[in-house]
Nanobody, 123 residues
Framework: QVQLVESGGGLVQAGGSSRLSCAAS????????MGWFRQAPGKEREFVAT????????YYADSVKGRFTISRDNAKNAMYLQMNSLKPEDTAVYYC????????????????WGQGTQVTVSS
């Protein structure tokens, strides 16, 4: 089992950057494939990016491709989401999630979730 805690959200101006972190508990973090999802008010939680256990595979939603970068540091039990060129439509609660047996863009594939961190992009 793994416990996840997100941090790094806040208020950012459009065009700016922000970096989210996801800290994981336990000694088995390197065996989990990870993902970032987000949920805007009144909308479904949607896929943002995923990374496999070793970090050598990543995949992004079209809406963030070229602007966001997912990465991980297994030695620090941490995953990151670097967000550049932020837009007001990126405003949402961002969640990190963990699963085994492959990176995935499907929300229901993930067994473990953090509590979320708010990112607000002002125009």
């Amino acid at each position: 089992q793994v416990q996840l805690v997100e941090s790094g959200g806040g208020l950012v101006q459009a065009g700016g950057s922000s970096r989210l972190s996801c800290a994981a508990s336990g000694r088995t973090f390197s065996t989990y494939d990870m993902g970032w999802f987000r949920q805007a008010p009144g909308k479904e939680r949607e896929f943002v990016a995923t990374i496999n256990w070793s970090g050598d595979f990543t995949y992004y939603a079209d809406s963030v491709k070229g602007r966001f970068t997912i990465s991980r540091d297994n030695a620090k039990n941490a995953m990151y989401l670097q967000m550049n060129s932020l837009k007001p439509e990126d405003t949402a609660v961002y969640y990190c999630a963990a699963r085994r047996f492959g990176a995935s863009m499907t929300r229901s594939d993930y067994a473990y979730w953090g509590q979320g961190t708010q990112v607000t992009v002002s125009s």
